[in-house]
């Protein structure tokens, strides 16, 4: 606390910065309680939190599929099974989950064509994930499963699976098989396979407070950042009076609104 707040105190002496932003960070950490509390005493004004995202995690702790899969709702396993019978009915579908090895470029190949035929925003870095995808390969992370319906790729999932936590990093399907739940399906069948043949301790769905994701998590947390301002700095007190006003005009409008 004393070092943190010799810090804030130094770094507000100049005037040079107006403004400081810390995100994002865990509530319940002794760490974000030690940072408010220092910024306050370092002199800084208007010292407030915000939300960032919400995190849905799921602790495994030895459970099975099938424990897990019981501990889902009921809507949520009579989808899983009903869809998934019907995504592989006569062979028509297909599941895979690649690791490395030689079909490693056709699945990204796979990944990278389904992910442009998604309702996802356009990747503002096309090389980006083919390249986290081989690097996660060789370092023995990547979980990257596929979904072919008659042989087109419908849907894909890539995961990291990393000291025993499972993280969920980015997943799409194409809008025109949405009538088969392929997402779904794939989800489920890459679930059991983290839980059964990686025996991850948690699995993690990142940054996103997406409805579905309350299916298949339990525990939900925010993420939330810390903002504050420099009175010494003429910005920083501008920035500060907007900050007040803002938050004021929040306080009538809410009370107007009850």
Partial sequence: MILLTA??????????????????????SN?????????????????????????????IAGDDWNTYLAGRSSRVRNTVQRKTRKFLDNGRGVLTITRDGNHLESAIG???????RSWKREEPYPNFMPGLLRLAADRGWLRLGL???EGIPVAAQAWLVVEGTAYIFKLAYRQDYRQLSPGTVLTAHMMRYVIETDRVKKID??????????????????????????????????????HRLRSKLKRLAGSSGA
């Fill in 7 to 28: 810090v804030f105190r130094e770094l507000a002496a100049t005037g040079r910065m107006t403004a400081l932003t810390l995100a994002p960070m865990n509530p319940e």
């Fill in 205 to 242: 769905y990142m940054s996103g407070d997406d409805t579905y994701k309350s299916d298949w998590m339990s525990i939900r947390r925010e993420c939330r950042g810390i903002a504050a301002y420099n009175p010494r700095s003429l910005r920083g007190g501008a920035l500060l009076i907007a």
């Fill in 31 to 59: 760490l974000y309680t030690a940072l408010l509390e220092a910024l306050r005493a370092a002199g800084w004004r208007g010292v407030h939190t915000y939300f960032c995202f919400a995190n849905w995690t799921h602790p």
């Fill in 110 to 116: 796979d990944f990278t064509d389904i992910y442009g």
């Fill in 147 to 149: 979904a072919h319906y």
